[in-house]
Structure formats: structure tokens, C-alpha cells
């Protein structure tokens, strides 16, 4: 009975660290995951900043090739200097993405001002993740 009691402890650890929560999350990446491919474990967490002129109208725009694999979370901003947004101040949009299940998949973003549909944006990323 006592070792079962062990045995029942020691699982209780084994999965406790198998939860979602405990496992890492990436150092943050920016604009120079440009072009990279990223390889990641199932349910693994990305967090990816990006600069953005909000202050002039600008936006990210983002799509995902396979959401099966790979979802964004949600979004954040903060001024990219100091604790308060100072008109015309860069800002900094973070993006939280979680790895789903295995496969692959292609994040596009692109910085544009939504009302000019026909001009190109000021700047874009693109990158490939593997979901192993």
C-alpha cells in the first residue's frame, strides 16, 4: 500500500508539470524573426514585438495560414519609451501566439493605415513555424 502511495505522489509531479502553464515561454522576438523559420512544441508560447506608428494611423495586420497549429492569443501595446504614450511616441504591439498541434504554418503581418487600401505598407514580417 505505501509504495503506491509513492507512486501515486510521483505521478501527481510527473503531471503537474505536463500542464499548459508550466511550460516556457519564448524570450520575446521583433522584426528580425523576418524571414526565419521557427521550430516549436505543441502548446509552446511565442510573444513577438513589433514597433507601430499608432499615433499615425498605422495597424498590424496579420494572417495565419493554419490556425489548426498555430493561433494568436491576444495583443497588447505600451509606448516603446517610458511608462505614458507621448503624442507621436513609437508604440510597441505585442502579439501572444500559442503553438496547437503539430503541422506547419505562415505568419504574415503588415504595417499599413487600413484607409488606403492601394498603398503598399511601411513595413512587413513573414515566418514559417513548425509545430513538432
Avoid at 505522489?9 to 520575446?28: K, Q, R, V
Avoid at 490556425?67 to 505614458?84: A, E, N, Q
Amino acid at each position: 500500500m505505501r509504495k503506491y502511495f509513492f507512486a501515486l505522489i510521483a505521478l501527481s509531479f510527473y503531471f503537474a508539470g505536463c500542464s499548459n502553464d508550466s511550460l516556457p515561454t519564448e524570450a520575446p522576438f521583433n522584426s528580425q524573426v523576418n524571414g526565419k523559420t521557427l521550430t516549436v512544441a505543441p502548446y509552446q508560447r511565442i510573444k513577438l514585438e513589433l514597433d507601430l506608428c499608432a499615433d499615425a494611423g498605422y495597424q498590424w495586420d496579420y494572417v495565419i495560414t493554419n490556425t489548426d497549429c498555430f493561433k494568436l492569443d491576444s495583443l497588447t501595446y505600451k509606448p516603446k519609451d517610458g511608462t505614458i504614450f507621448i503624442p507621436g511616441g513609437m508604440t510597441v504591439e505585442t502579439f501572444y501566439f500559442h503553438a496547437e498541434n503539430k503541422g506547419q504554418s505562415t505568419i504574415s503581418l503588415a504595417e499599413r493605415q487600413e484607409w488606403l487600401k492601394n498603398v503598399p505598407p511601411i513595413d512587413t514580417v513573414r515566418f514559417t513555424v513548425y509545430v513538432k
